[in-house]
């Protein structure tokens, strides 16, 4: 098993200046744009993303051809880059970011060329500051040497791009939250319907909202052909993904490989096995909201399908893998306090919800546990996302309210003795 | 203190950037943070006039995110990560460690106005868990000892400047990735440094 | 868009309005979802998430919030299934968790949907254990209104309201999560004109207004609907009494005028009608106030009509009558001059005390407008007093069409409070600060955009008690000539309208005192006004009075004019009578009575008949009904009968249109250079407000506003105190700076203490404190 470089190709052959223009430009760079507006044909760009059947990198894995082809008519449209990236384990935007921001500009940029655009956002979440200061000077860069800005080199399309910190609010990350935080106003996640970004977006305009990884992708698929793209990975999840490793594992990082391989395999070859050769107790397949597989399915290909499939998600690529010793109830803990802190705090069940789920568990690890309490945990957990699915229904305004149910049903089917554990009177659990 | 002339230009200079002023208002914050280390009520009244808003709906944003400060901060924030890759690699220690150095408990700040200390959410370094940021600028891998010898220094150094590379040179240890490219610039006070907001510094 | 689609609801059909939400369609079939965020007169935000229901979707049953999912044809929908009832269950204990078990001390007790859901749903004990949040206990966020923070189950409807209907976002949210409150800012107190709605919306006890903490429980109210006097609009409301006190009043939702919201003086203003301070019996005033008998009272008054050489009667009436109690005393007026002795009348006149009268657009050339032509109309005119302070609740109807898409076209620079909303403001480079057109109407910049061809409502009145009327003319003439042109005539206050259409002719306070002539025997009738206070003329009439021969005052307090008076009569007002009132669309709505009659007080229809007897002038009524029902006769060639029992109906909120033409006296006052611009604000110190203690610090403040830039090049601050100084009076006054006013143009609220005494056509100094700058204006 090894990596497939696509988006980190550049940054690793030049690891001391893949940032600055001169090096992204004699590398190729701003040749997918250059290629693209001398053909002068939007329709064959969004084609090519149709082609190459890349899904959105931000967690939801929306196809992003098919997301290009909603965006309603209107003289103003936007995009906007998420890059709050903020689900805790993630941390292949940052990279991106702070590594490569001109394969973003020029993804910007295309993606724009295609949809008509003439004003873009790249949100930043504000701790990303050094990301977002290079990606300030590559934008700077880039309307210096006419690749931004008025009539860009040379044609009729003019672009403007400004850079926006976030201000640490998780839930901004939610793509309408992110919205009405670039339009000045709480971060709270917008009703949909009707607020569909791409007919009613920033300002109420139709807008573009794709992830930063999502955007990267473009330039090269843009200079290879959607075909080839279509060619990496499996069907359904083509490509390459950066997956962002951490844990227990001997060998953290971030590793772009197609999908399609095994979580196992993955952390054996880069993770380079579990710290102090122990075993997997359990991992986190795709960030903090996702729900947990355990050591025994260590098996499962590393697509958005197969992982759906059995009951999790592949989400924002964050492995997080937890070794034997791992005190589960401690690691759910922590998962549930941070939604609980990241509750935008619109919608009653999530408000309350989270924060009261916060508090058993708090309660539970503290040696004050009572016996009804598994059973009140998962009635909250009910009332917060009915049948506890997957998918998960929602009686929630968005997926973070959701996103709390997972640690605890995690928990509670695979390893509900380390709960009852806990409980002054230990009993097993009938559910 | 009502904001000065340099200042009020530089907000209009943002508020220029968007398409309507009230997008202008997260920037204007971190003004107002970098001015004061937190977000005051003059401040607030400046920012409703420039952007033509009211001050509690001015307030109700900025109490909304977290690096938005309510009390003043010390010349330091130290973000210590408590979310679950840095849970599980014993970011505890590191908490506690910071904790007794400087005796400060979550969000206090010492008389000083030296450091403030935060128990924080994921901050993207979960590969070189457990990390910390200091003024927004990452530190990554780091032990018990090794945060505490970071305290003592910018205790006794006080660095005007914090930027990320020299306090991993001198403080951490395994990085969530190869950062490669050498920076030197960083922030001055506790908001992140940007450019376009004229709070990044250069250290020469 | 008449037509309706079908939906079925927990099995059975129902038929929906297209476009309308679950909710809503359900609850117009008697089908109830319970709700908290949920409010029909503004945007739904789905936050509380009671209203979940279950809908059938291609991918199977779905929860969603029916507060903002809309319905489609055959949607089908279960309000009751058990994962509905488990979420709604849910729900509510998530919001009990942290909600205080004060119910006992609670004002909203008894009319809390979270105390009844929590019957009806809620589970029986608590499985939280846990802290609930805490929260300073109530905190007063402006003179009127406390708020609870440990109560408030965040459904957003008060920061919705002050965002979206009154414009004025003073409440919002502070901070997020689990620490989500509701807060004002430090500085900047809930002073909102419309601060009262938030109470009355508020699905628990978190918001309470200071007059009604405490003071009742919701089972022991006797309620009536009824019709505000508090402006012209008529807003439709709840008079909540108990013991005979009023207590409180609520808003009725009434889509034809206010829609269920008030003004909070609309809201706030009745302690007065438990005043200590009331008159309760005739008084002999230049006896040392000697108290007497209505007996005694009518002779000496009838006495005096019938042994004056010719006198001229005059009737200063205000605006809190009723219509029945105008027509009496039309009746009444009309028999004075069939006094049948050596000593014939000689005249009987009307004089509205109101200083923005003038001739209006009552005649067959102009189809007058209805309050609801503002939802249907393309374009929106207004030339008229400042709408926020003198017609509040338009004001809202007005910002609400503007959400709406419909276009505000503003004129001249009196409406400085709304001039966000407008699409175009045609202030100064337009219209002069003397209303005077700067350019020829059809140069207007935009202007024909907006009205060529279109539905146009123009909202008419004079800006400025001296304002001179020929631009409005001018205006309304253009407009018609070129738009599909209606008009709302904007007298503001209370029963004006009924005022003019029950006297045979009105005129202004202008009139009164140019027609004074103290060579001749006068007679003064001052009928519920106070025109010694209010009144730009104010001076003058003091003067008048004080000349006349005999001065009755018909009141309910003691006030400047009283003082002046030989009797005063104590009358009755709102709540104390029941009667017709007719509205700036002239719109016929009903006032009724719940409370008794304080003391020897009679309404004043009552003294008019009496006084006819005893100058054995027959009258044939002898109740208000009788009177109604001769009105109504009256009124019949017109098929409008706005009788008592067409009106007296609790559902019966939309009242009778009326289209009675009205004759109105009153000559163009023509000032020149008029740099002072006089002007009422909602709030002042009528009598009412000043008895009403809730309120009455409202109106105390005194200040002129201007802008900061240039008072003849002066810089202004708002922290500025200056003295206003005429002849040897002397006023000192705090500025207010309003940018949106034009340079050396000073605003002076007219209905505040202290500026009766300016004479508005003689020279003011304005000098500036700390020794600035001496200046002088007229
Ligand atoms: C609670 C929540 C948090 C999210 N956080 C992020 C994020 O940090 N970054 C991101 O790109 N997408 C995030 N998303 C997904 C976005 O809503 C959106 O789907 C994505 O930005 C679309 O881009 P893509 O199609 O390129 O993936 C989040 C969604 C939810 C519900
Ligand atoms: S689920 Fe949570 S984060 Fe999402 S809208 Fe509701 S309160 Fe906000
Ligand atoms: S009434 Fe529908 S969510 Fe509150």
Redesign the pocket.
Known sequence: MKETLLLTKHMREFPEDSHQIEIYEKNNGYSALKKVLKEDNPENVINEIKDSNIRGRGGAGFPTGVKWGFLAENEDRYLVINGDESEPGTFKDRILLERDPHQLIEGVIITCFASNIKKAFIYIRGEYAKPARRVQDAVEQAYEKGYLGNNILGTNFSLDVVVHLGAGAY?CGEETALLNSLEGKRG??RLKPPYFPAVMGLYNKPTLVNNVETISSVPWIIQNSGKEYSKLGVEGSTGTRIFSLSGHVNNPGNFEIEMGQSFGEFIDTFGKGIKNNKNVKAYIPGGASAPWFTGDQLDIKMTIDDVANAGSMLGSGAVVVMDEDTNLVYAAKSIVSFFAHE?????TP??EGTTWLEMILERIASGRGRLSDISLLIDICDNISPGLDWPPKMT???P??PSAVSPITSLLNNFSEEITNMLPTKIPITQ | MSWEKALIDKAKEIIDMYPQKRSALGPLLYLAQEKDGYISNDSIVEISNLIGITEVQVKSVASFYSMYKEEQTGKYLLSVCKSISCEINDSRSVIDSVKNFTGLENYETDTEKVFTFEEVECIGACGGAPAVQVNYETVEGLTPEKSLQMCEWLKEERPEIIVAEELQEKFGGVKSFDWAIKDNTGSSYSVPGFQNIGTAKEKS | MTDQIKINVNGSEISSKPDQLIIEACEDSGIHIPRFCWHKRMDPVGMCRMCLVEVETPRGKALVPSCTTKVSEDLVVDTESDVVKKAQEGVLEFLLINHPLDCPVCDKAGECPLQDQTMAYGPGESRFVEDKRHFEKPIPISEIILLDRERCILCARCTRFSDEISGDPLIEFIQRGNKTQVNTFPDEPFRSYFSGNTVQICPVGALTSSSYRFKARPWDLKKVSSTSNCSSVGDSVELNVSQNKMLRILGEDNEFTNQGWLSDKGRYNFEYLHSDKRIETPILVKNSNKELTINETMELISNQILTSENPNISFIVGHNSTNEEYYALNKFAENLNKVENENKVSTTNFYLSDDYLYNGFFNDDYSLGEIKDLDSADTIILWAQDIKDNLPTLYLRIKQAVRNGKKLLIFGHTNTAIKELSEEYYGENIVTNNFEFNVDLSDIPNLSKYIDGKDVLAIVGKASPLQNVNPIFQLVKHLDQNSNLKILNCFSKGNTLGALQNLDIVKGLNEFVTEFDSSKKNIVFTVGSNPVNNSIYSHKIKEALIDSDFVVSLDLFKNETTELSDIILPTTTFGEKEGTFTNLEMRTLMQNKILPTPGSALNEWEYWLILSNKMNLLESYGTEAELNSMLCKDYIDNGNIPSFDNLNKPSNLDGILNSKTINIEVKNVDSTNLEILFVHRLYGDSSSQINSPSISMLGSERFIEMNSATYFGSYMLNSDVVTLIQENNSIQVNVNINENLPDNLLVIPINRRGFQDLNPEKKVELEVAKSREQLSVT
Not at chain 1, 343 to 347: D, F, H, I, K, T
């Open positions: 839930i709270e996640p509750s935008c705090g619109q919608c999530c408000r929630t305004i968005c973070l309210g």
